[in-house]
């Protein structure tokens, strides 16, 4: 299915453009992200293939009317300018695009990549996030993050100069940080003016190097407990700063969510271009080649870096839909459910268990599929209770 009908005859889906650029300066030991280090690229050979790989995905989504472009990693900001003008360029050329079109690069605070922030705003980028990840230099330094504080707040007043819309990432739950440093810390980063915010709890990745590190007892985290604080305070702190939470890790003034990310969690459909990129189109899932070597290969010899192209069977779009759709602070809408993972949201959630969840305080009463604040901190259990199929009868 390539377009939807209105009352006004048919009308394209929307679409979203994920383009991924796999190469960093360092390799951050808590990232478990397609990122590498390499010391030559050759960026016309690259420029090229993910020209290619963007024309095969165009050829097979032909009828969709693109929403958003998103460059992410790795650190796109590497990419030249010149670069992401051609890519933008020729998604326009591609597809009909919508007027608002929200296109996003995502940023490394350091000097370098900053200087170059009007060249990529010349070359089309709308909005940019930015990876502060901490505001303090020896947390950066324990992140493995390639710039100081002061390149970092640098950065940012660079990017709010030429950007109308600026993110920036923080990560909370550190080690040895407590909710009151987190408190002071989050405060001060909302004084900054930027109009979003995405705040993420340190996890440990499996393969990364603090996951090495934890293994064998050499880096601890927060308790439980004190992870939890940090995160409803988040919630809170944000809030009364006027960027209320809108998915569980995101924080945005009303009108400035991320309209990409929104794709993803309403099951949208999306297209992946670059290595180890995913995408969703036609109830088919799309992942391209992981490691970047084999991905430019495989787009010199076939034309597009494809490793897997499968269908999706309904229970697991269902599945998929239900997990992304719960992170949202507004929930689920059961006809836009239906109309982008192709199933009734009704045959998929246990009405039995969302009375009960309700009653709890974890559901939200209404018409949309909702989980309060006390029940994000139980998400994964939540989506568990609710299938449907989980709970026969």
Known sequence: MIAAQS????????????????????????????????????????????????????????????????????????????????????????????????????????????????????????????????????????LGRPHTLAEGLAALDVAQRHFSRVSFDLIHSRPGQTPAMWEAELTRALGFGTTHLSAYQLTIEPGTRFHLLHAKGLLSLPDEEAAATMFEMTGSLCAAHGLPLYEVSNHAVPGHESRHNLAYWTYAPYAGIGPGAHGRRGHRATQRLRRPENWLSSVKMHGHGLEAESPVPPADAASEALLMGLRLADGIDAIQFEAHSGVPLADVVDRAAVERLTAMGLVAPGARLTVTPAGRLLLNHLIAMLRADLNPA
């Open 7 to 142: 009352s006004s005859g048919f009308q394209p889906l929307p679409l979203a453009l994920y383009v991924h650029w796999p190469f960093c300066v360092t390799k951050c030991p808590y990232c478990d992200f397609n990122s590498h280090v390499r010391a030559d690229v050759d960026q016309a050979d690259w420029r090229a293939a993910l020209l290619a790989d963007l024309a095969h995905e165009a050829a097979l989504t032909t009828g969709h009317r693109l929403t958003s472009i998103f460059f992410g990693g790795g650190t796109p900001s590497l990419m030249p300018p010149a670069t992401v003008e051609a890519i933008i360029t020729a998604a326009r050329r591609h597809w009909e695009s919508a007027p608002d079109l929200e296109i996003t690069l995502e940023a490394n605070p350091s000097s370098v990549e900053a200087a170059r922030f009007a060249d990529f705003a010349a070359a089309g980028i709308n909005r940019v996030s930015l990876g502060l990840q901490a505001l303090d230099d020896a947390a950066l330094k324990l």
